[in-house]
Nanobody, 120 residues
């Protein structure tokens, strides 16, 4: 069994910063791509950023230049440094990972989400 647990969300003023973390645990053999998604009230879940196992990154245009995705392969951790936050960044942020388990099952797993609210 695999679990993803996000942390680090909260309330921040416009222009502020937050750092989200996602811890993967359980019967993990290898983690391939890891990504962040977000979902604002009334909207569909949208992709924010992705990082490959080797470190290659890609970002949604809406966060390019403000957010930084990173990972620690030894600790099975994923991070999202969010800078210059805007009210439109308000959403529940979800961690997603492509994981090969020790039983050789390969699938995508989701965390439970962490709320980020940008407001003055």
């Amino acid at each position: 069994q695999v679990q993803l647990v996000e942390s680090g969300g909260g309330l921040v003023q416009p222009g502020g910063s937050l750092r989200l973390s996602c811890a993967a645990s359980g019967s993990i053999e290898c983690i391939y791509d890891m990504a962040w998604y977000r979902q604002a009230p009334g909207n569909q879940r949208e992709w924010v950023a992705v990082i490959k196992r080797g470190g290659e990154t890609n970002y949604a245009e809406s966060v390019q230049g403000r957010f930084i995705i990173s990972r620690d392969n030894f600790k099975n951790m994923l991070y999202l440094q969010m800078n210059s936050l805007k009210p439109e960044d308000t959403a529940v942020y979800y961690c997603n990972a492509d994981i090969l388990t020790r039983t050789l099952y390969n699938g995508h797993y989701w965390g439970q989400g962490t709320q980020v609210t940008v407001s003055s």
